[in-house]
C-alpha cells in the first residue's frame, strides 16, 4: 500500500471547519483512499473513503486532487468531540486488504 | 446502525495463560480481521479471515496465536501462552467486501492486561 503523510497535530476552534491534508504522492490506480478517527483509545472509527471523485457524508467531506496525490478530510463545522487521531489511509481495492495506520493527525478542537 | 461488538471490554490474565478475545462482526459482513494497539504505539494488523480461513497475517501473529469463527455470529482470537509483551488493547474489524473499496467497522476494542 502506498505511504501516507499527515502534519502530527492540528487544531480549530469550535465551530468552524477543520481542513485535516494528507499526502499519498504513490498512490496507484487501484488505491482507495481512507479517513478514520480514534478517540482515546476507542476502536477506529470509520469517516469516508474514495478512490477518484470528492465524497461527502454526513459526518464530512473529501477532497481528492485531480491527480490523486494528495486529499483533505474537511470537517464542516468541528465540535469538541470531534478532537481526536485522524488517519488518513490508502488500501488497495481487495476485499481482504489489511488497513495500515500510521501515526495519524491528532486534531485538537478548542472552545 | 450496525456494530462491531467486542467481549470483554477488559481482560486481566496472568503470563503463561491461555486468552480468547471475542468479537460479534456485523451480520452480513463477510472478511474479518484482528489488530492491536500496544499503549501509545500504531494500530497494528494481526490478521484477516475470509471463508473460515485466514487470507493473510502478520509477523506479529504467531503460533501462539490463532482465530476462529465457531458458529454463524463470532470470531475469536485466542493468545494460547500469553506473555508481557501481548498486553493491549486488540480490535476487531469486519467488512462486507463487495466492491467499491467496502470499509471496515471496527470494534471497541478488548483492553487485555497481562500480569
Known amino acids: 500500500d502506498a505511504k501516507t503523510t499527515q502534519p502530527p497535530s492540528m487544531d480549530c476552534a469550535e465551530g468552524r471547519a477543520a481542513n485535516l491534508p494528507c499526502n499519498h504522492s504513490t498512490i496507484s490506480g487501484n488505491e482507495y483512499v481512507y479517513w478514520y478517527r480514534q478517540i482515546h483509545s476507542q476502536g477506529p472509527q470509520y469517516i469516508i473513503h474514495?478512490?477518484?471523485n470528492n465524497e461527502t457524508n454526513e459526518m464530512a467531506s473529501l477532497i481528492i486532487t485531480e491527480d490523486r496525490k494528495s486529499s483533505t478530510l474537511i470537517l464542516p463545522h468541528a465540535t469538541l468531540r470531534d478532537t481526536a487521531v485522524y488517519y488518513c489511509i490508502v488500501r488497495v481495492t481487495g476485499a481482504n486488504s489489511k488497513l495500515t495506520f500510521g501515526k495519524g493527525i491528532t486534531l485538537s478542537v478548542r472552545p | 446502525e450496525p456494530e462491531v461488538t467486542q467481549t470483554p471490554s477488559h481482560q486481566v490474565t496472568q503470563m503463561g495463560q491461555e486468552v480468547i478475545l471475542r468479537c460479534v462482526p456485523i451480520s452480513n459482513h463477510l472478511y474479518f480481521y484482528w489488530y492491536r494497539q500496544i499503549l501509545g504505539q500504531k494500530v497494528e494488523f494481526l490478521v484477516s479471515?475470509?471463508?473460515?480461513?485466514?487470507?493473510?497475517k502478520s509477523e506479529i501473529f504467531d503460533d501462539q496465536f490463532s482465530v476462529e469463527r465457531p458458529d454463524g455470529s463470532n470470531f475469536t482470537l485466542k493468545i494460547r501462552s500469553t506473555k508481557l509483551e501481548d498486553s493491549a488493547m486488540y480490535f476487531c474489524?469486519?467488512?462486507?467486501?463487495?466492491?467499491?473499496?467496502?470499509?471496515?467497522?471496527f470494534g471497541d476494542g478488548t483492553r487485555l492486561s497481562i500480569l
Open positions: 479471515f475470509y471463508n473460515n480461513e485466514i487470507s493473510e
Open positions: 474514495g478512490l477518484k
Open positions: 474489524a469486519s467488512t462486507v467486501g463487495q466492491g467499491k473499496g467496502q470499509p471496515q467497522h
